[in-house]
Nanobody, 126 residues
Framework: EVQLVESGGGMVQSGGSLRLSCMSS????????MSWVRQAPGKGPEWVTG????????YYADSVKGRFTISRDNPKSQLYLQMNSLKPEDTALYYC???????????????????WGQGTQVTVSS
């Protein structure tokens, strides 16, 4: 059974930083491209960033480029998201996801599977 468990969210002031983690199990983590997706209240899911299975290629939505950094530790089956210079518009529930398509497709189509964990809440106050 695929399990994705996110952690690290919290409440910070604008300009602050958080580091999210995602522990995965039930699949070959090192063979799968991964993404972070977020969903704000009343809005649809938004792809944020993705990384290829080897960790050598990363992609970002324009809204977070230069502020967020995705990384992975394959031996530990963990995915990370370092978020700096946070803004109130980053407030959302953040999920890690397996990719259904290669990560370089994520900017043009829905690339992630819709099997998510419980998510971790990020709240940024102004």
């Amino acid at each position: 059974e695929v399990q994705l468990v996110e952690s690290g969210g919290g409440m910070v002031q604008s300009g602050g930083s958080l580091r999210l983690s995602c522990m995965s199990s039930g699949f070959a983590f090192d063979s799968v491209d991964m993404s972070w997706v977020r969903q704000a209240p009343g809005k649809g899911p938004e792809w944020v960033t993705g990384i290829n299975h080897g960790g050598t290629s990363t992609y970002y939505a324009d809204s977070v480029k230069g502020r967020f950094t995705i990384s992975r530790d394959n031996p530990k089956s963990q995915l990370y998201l370092q978020m700096n210079s946070l803004k109130p518009e980053d407030t959302a529930l953040y999920y890690c996801t397996k990719n259904a398509l290669p990560v370089d497709f994520c900017s043009v189509t829905t690339c992630y599977e819709k099997h998510w964990g419980q998510g971790t809440q990020v709240t940024v106050s102004s």
